[in-house]
Nanobody, 124 residues
């Protein structure tokens, strides 16, 4: 059984930076990729970034404008998402997920395991 657990997000100020982590347990992923998605109230879940487990190739949503950085630590089975210059519109529940697709995917249906999500609220 695979478990993905995100770190606690919390309430931050606009302009701050925040780092989220995702711990994978239950198995060691030998391939595929890990992704971060987010969902704001009343909106569809949207892709943020993905990283390949094997070679670390990264893939970002076009809209992220370089404020997001995804990284990983294979030895610890951890994935991270650094968010800089936070804006109120970044307020959302952030999810990490695994996909067997080697370089990730922007489509949520390509992901087979999901974390429970963590709330990030950005105040202006």
């Amino acid at each position: 059984q695979v478990q993905l657990v995100e770190s606690e997000g919390g309430l931050v100020q606009a302009g701050d930076s925040l780092s989220l982590s995702c711990a994978a347990s239950g198995r060691t992923f030998s391939g595929g990729a890990m992704g971060w998605f987010r969902q704001s109230p009343g909106k569809e879940r949207e892709f943020v970034a993905a990283i390949s487990w094997n070679d670390g190739s990264t893939y970002y949503a076009d809209s992220e404008e370089g404020r997001f950085t995804i990284s990983k630590d294979n030895a610890k089975n951890m994935v991270y998402l650094q968010i800089n210059s936070l804006r109120p519109e970044d307020t959302a529940v952030y999810y990490c997920a695994h996909t067997p697709i080697e370089y990730g995917s922007s489509w949520s249906w390509d992901y087979d395991y999901w974390g429970q999500g963590t709330q990030v609220t950005v105040s202006s």
